[in-house]
């Protein structure tokens, strides 16, 4: 792992991972103009009402509304790999991998992910465990959640990054938790990773990815110098 900057550099504050496992479904099916997302309402209804027909611990869907900004659009390119535009998330948490991979053969789930799979241009599904942890993110507030969507061609440098970045986040957007999902053997690897996280409001975190200087001289650069693609989404509730 290369560290620029390094005088900036913090560990985040994590705590042990969970025996949790995730099921996330993700589709482009609306548009993008810019940084903003615009997709279908009623489809987002439709998921949400299906995803409450899934026995799982917690099963949540989000809209689009904002990509802050990112890095790493050349490493796709060079990789072959599309850029994530994902404007509806469904997100499964179960007790176990094993629990989420049971979940994604039920009726109930292949409903879901039929209904997403004919309306969408594009669909990503994983099964994932936990990598890394700050805090469960809390889905029972109207809060802004971030999806932040990770290449790497060795995610073990990825997840050494992520420490110092997410280290980062806490200290200068007082981030308040981060769920670090990691795709099981087996399953699709266009993202080594994927980072998810809320804030309570915009004005928590959105005034750093804009004017916070260290923000690119510190977390864009350290991905950049790692061949890192990090592609963060803003998504609402649904």
Known sequence: MKLINDHLAVRARVLPTTGDGFLLLAGETGTWRGPFASAPVQLAARLKALAAGVEAREATVFRAALRPPGEGDEVLAARGLRPARFDLVVQFRTESVQAAMDLRESPAYQELAKTLGGAARRTHEIVADHAGRLGDVDHSRDHRFLFNYFYADDRDVLLQVWEYTAGWFQAKTALP??????????????????????????????????????????????????????????????
């Open 177 to 238: 938790d981060s769920a670090l999902m990691r795709p099981v053997a087996g399953e699709p690897a266009d993202f080594g990773l994927i980072n998810h996280a809320s804030w309570p409001t915009w004005r928590t975190f959105l005034p750093s990815l804009l004017f916070r200087p260290t923000f690119r001289r510190f977390v864009l650069a350290n991905f950049k110098a790692n061949g890192i693609a990090a592609q963060p989404i803003i998504y609402r509730r649904v």
